[in-house]
């Protein structure tokens, strides 16, 4: 197959599942190869779901099939046991040894490490590394750099009127915002109140196929270990699945997906969201196409302006934000600490077991589908963590392990600054504390809880509330300048010291206990 000269061997990773992509540009099928390789260590750096794993190996097996079926030549290497230890850059220099391209092509890898680590390998080997832009996204590296440089501080909101503009996305013929707002914020907040949500429909599922249920049983019996199950992996693994899942959400969820974006229900975990951001971010989907669907669902009367605005600020907001605050700010952003937070991660988070309702029912469902929503994910599991005092680095490990959706240059964004205020405020303006009320008021978890969570003190204290009172206690110095604050630290003025006292005994007493670990948690420290 090899015989003749390889001009170039074109890298496609796990998340760039493009044929649209700049990789693509010139390729000419009969001298150029695609090289994919499904790496252990990939899975192993951490303690990755078998949720996450199988998403990644389905995706890129589906992928390698179909250009093979059309004509295209690809060397794909197969995860086997044992080979945990290969690096993606040692598995590349490798096949560089044996197949000796001309030049190898790259999209720019979504990973720091990884662009770095493929950068140095080509070297040795004295071969061309064309690295090229990932056209994927909305906004690029300069454009992002432009948007920093005009700007004494960040905010997304001031990015996202800048994209929308640039985009014409919901924009009025004459320049404006559709609607006369940018943001219909305010109005995506509602709970679902006491009687729950209604009429709510399975989102499409898709069964594992032939090549799907093999990559099953290759997780099963390659990473056995790793949390989680794949008893209900229904994810959508190919280009065509991934246009399924768009049009079932635009179809049936969209028109409700303002209203109750921040909203949780037990043993509900999809409820309106879109689950597309694995789709999206292995490039199945390109945003373009997902907004544009969103835009046409406004535009022919099939949802209204707050759902639809919702939905697109969550794309070419926070999305492309995330993506220009990573690449602005690494590799030093990883190291982010403001807080300095030191405590291990609860064990039970790579379990569930918990009494804490609204953690278990996050953490189940995380462990079940490699799936939460964004409030649960920042205001369940991150909240507590935050609240605790947990190590960002750890946190960060763990959000990059569990989620089918998790790449590092979304996930650490989110997680260190956004959730754990860890960069000091470049992702959100204030740290995103709140008591067990919070979660009491936009869930129906509290019900079913043995905590009061409107208690921070006794037996049944909830332990958000309680570990909320004391980080604000422990923090009061420091987010004293912070005028978003003020109203939280004026309350916990008003806080007697024999209270905040027996607080502080308690959130201690809280610290010792999830600290303790056994044999299930594995350590990465
Ligand atoms: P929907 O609620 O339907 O939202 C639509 C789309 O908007 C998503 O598919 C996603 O592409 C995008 N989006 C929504 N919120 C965000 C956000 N805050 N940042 C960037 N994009 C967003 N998202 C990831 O894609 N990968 C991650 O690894 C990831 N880690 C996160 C970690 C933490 C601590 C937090 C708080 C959020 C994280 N998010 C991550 C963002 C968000 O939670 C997920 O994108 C969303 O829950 C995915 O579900 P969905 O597709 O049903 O989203
Ligand atoms: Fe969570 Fe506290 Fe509510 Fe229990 S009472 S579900 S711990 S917020």
Redesign the pocket.
């Known amino acids: 197959m090899h015989a003749q000269k390889i001009r170039h061997l074109v890298v496609v990773l796990g998340d760039q599942l493009d044929r649209e992509s700049a990789a693509f540009d010139d390729f000419d099928p009969r001298s150029d190869l695609v090289w994919m390789a499904e790496v252990a260590h990939e899975s192993e750096k951490v303690w990755s779901t078998k949720a996450r794993i199988a998403m990644f190996l389905a995706a890129m097996r589906h992928f390698a099939a179909a250009l093979r079926r059309d004509g295209v030549r690809v060397v794909y290497q197969r995860v086997n046991e044992g080979d945990d230890l290969l690096s993606l850059e040692a598995a590349l220099a490798q096949s560089l040894a044996t197949l000796q391209p001309q030049a190898v092509i790259l999209v720019e890898p979504g990973e720091w490490a990884v662009r770095e680590a493929l950068r140095l390998c080509a070297k040795p080997q004295g071969v061309a590394l064309d690295e090229r832009e990932d056209r994927h996204f909305l906004c690029s590296h300069g454009e992002f750099a432009s948007h920093v440089a005009s700007r004494r501080q960040l905010r997304m909101e001031y990015f996202y009127r800048e994209m929308r503009r640039k985009l014409r996305v919901l924009i009025t013929p004459s320049g404006g915002p559709e609607g006369g707002k940018w943001n219909y914020d305010a109005q995506n907040r509602k709970s679902f109140g006491k009687s729950g949500p209604v009429r709510l429909r399975e989102p499409v599922a898709f069964e594992p196929d032939v090549l799907t249920r093999e990559v099953i049983k290759d997780v099963n019996r390659i990473f056995p270990g790793h949390p989680g199950t794949l008893d209900d992996f229904d994810w959508p693994v190919t280009r065509e699945q991934a246009l399924t899942a768009l049009r079932d959400?635009i179809d049936h969820?969209l028109a409700n997906?303002g209203d109750h974006?921040d909203a949780m229900w037990s043993d509900e975990p999809?409820l309106?969201?879109?689950?597309?951001?694995?789709?999206?971010?292995l490039k199945l989907l390109n945003?373009r196409e997902?907004v544009s669907a969103a835009e046409l669902a406004y535009r022919e009367k099939r949802a209204r302006l707050a759902d639809v605005e919702g939905?697109i600020r969550?794309?070419v907001g926070?999305?492309?934000?995330?993506?220009g605050v990573y690449w602005q700010l690494m590799p030093g952003y990883i190291e982010g600490n403001a807080l300095q937070a030191d405590a291990p991660l609860p064990e039970f988070f790579w379990t569930g077991e918990t009494d804490m309702q609204c953690l278990r029912q996050t953490l189940k469902q995380t462990l079940r589908y490699g799936?939460?929503?964004?409030?649960?994910?920042?205001?369940v599991?991150?909240l507590f963590s935050l609240l605790l005092g947990v190590n960002p680095r750890r946190?960060h490990e763990w959000?990059?392990a569990v989620?089918v959706?998790?790449?590092?240059w979304?996930?650490?964004?989110?997680?260190l600054g956004?959730?754990?205020y860890a960069d000091g405020g470049v992702m959100a303006s204030k740290p995103y504390v709140a008591s067990g009320k919070y979660i009491q008021r936009m869930s129906n978890y509290c019900d079913s809880c043995r905590y009061n969570p409107g208690k921070s003190t006794g037996e049944d204290a909830c332990p958000f509330t309680t570990l909320y009172w004391d980080f604000l206690g422990r923090h009061e110095k420091q987010l004293q300048g912070n005028q978003r604050m003020s109203l939280q630290l004026r309350n916990l003025a008003r806080v007697d010291s024999k209270t905040r006292r027996a607080i502080a005994v308690r959130a201690a007493d809280l610290r010792r206990l999830y600290a303790v670990s056994s044999a299930v948690r594995r350590n990465y420290q």
């Open positions: 959400f969820r997906f974006q999809w309106y969201h879109s689950r597309l951001s694995a789709a999206l971010n945003p997902v939905f969550q794309i926070w999305r492309e934000y995330a993506r799936y939460a929503h964004h409030i649960q994910r920042l205001m599991t991150g946190i959000y990059l989620y959706d998790a790449v590092e979304v996930e650490l964004p989110n997680t956004m959730s754990q």
